[in-house]
């Protein structure tokens, strides 16, 4: 089955700096790759997607990038604030075609000092 | 306001017994999902309902049960529950089977003592 791994287990970045996260996957299969946020007591939330015929999505000071063939892909934040501090998860598709199932990664959790 | 809920919020159950979490949605979602999260592990699929009268096992299905009775409701219950289940589970729907647009629900503490 799907396997994903993600690292760092714990991120601490100063405000202003870049903070990346990355995930690896193990099922060749998988199409699809989210990241979640989960703020402290709070749900997982998506916050930015990629499917696997585009190498690299952007949205304002979060970007996601993809290689297929290494299979991996990563969370890039820039200028971090306090407000991004948080549990990431990563995840990726297991299963066929588009009802296959997330499986997530161990999470990563970001503290941004101010 | 349209979503998910779970109930109850947290609980601290004996050891042995039975106990069954809610998940409701009104949003008309056909699938449903539940998962178990621990610190270290992330978020573990446990059950998943790709529509209502069909049920599928994850990847950590045992001592697990799960039902589809319509669309709205996944319950999960816990035949007889041991300390390795204290865990928050989250409930999760989307509109189609699949992984996009999931919605979560807002947890279930669980404390087996």
């Known amino acids: 089955g799907e396997n994903v791994e993600q690292h760092p287990s714990t991120l601490s970045v100063q405000e202003g700096d870049s903070a990346v996260i990355k995930c690896t996957y193990s099922?060749?299969?998988?199409?699809?790759f989210p990241w979640y946020k989960q703020e402290l007591g709070k749900r997982p939330q998506l916050i930015i997607d990629i499917r696997s015929n585009v190498g690299e999505k952007k949205d304002q000071r979060i970007a996601v990038t993809l290689n297929k063939t290494a299979k991996h892909f990563s969370l890039h934040i820039t200028e971090t604030q306090p407000e991004d501090s948080a549990v990431y998860f990563c995840?990726?598709?297991?299963?066929?075609?588009?009802?296959?199932?997330?499986?997530f990664g161990q999470g990563t959790t970001l503290q941004v000092k101010p | 306001i349209a979503g998910i809920t779970q109930a109850p919020t947290s609980q601290i159950l004996a050891a042995g017994r039975r106990m069954t979490l809610r998940c409701t949605q009104d949003m008309r979602h056909n699938a449903m999902y539940w998962y178990r999260q621990d610190l270290g592990l992330g978020l573990r699929l446990i059950h998943y309902s790709n529509t209502a009268g069909t049920t599928g096992k994850g990847e950590v299905p045992d001592g697990y049960s799960v039902s589809r009775a319509n669309t709205d409701d996944f319950p999960l219950t816990l035949a007889s529950a041991v300390p390795s289940q204290t865990s928050v589970y989250f409930c999760?729907?989307?509109?189609?089977?699949?992984?996009?647009?999931?919605?979560f629900g807002s947890g279930t503490r669980l404390t087996v003592v």
């Open positions: 995840a990726a598709t297991h299963g066929s075609g588009n009802t296959g199932k997330l499986i």
């Open positions: 099922d060749s299969a998988s199409n699809y």
């Open positions: 999760a729907s989307s509109e189609t089977p699949g992984p996009y647009g999931y919605t």
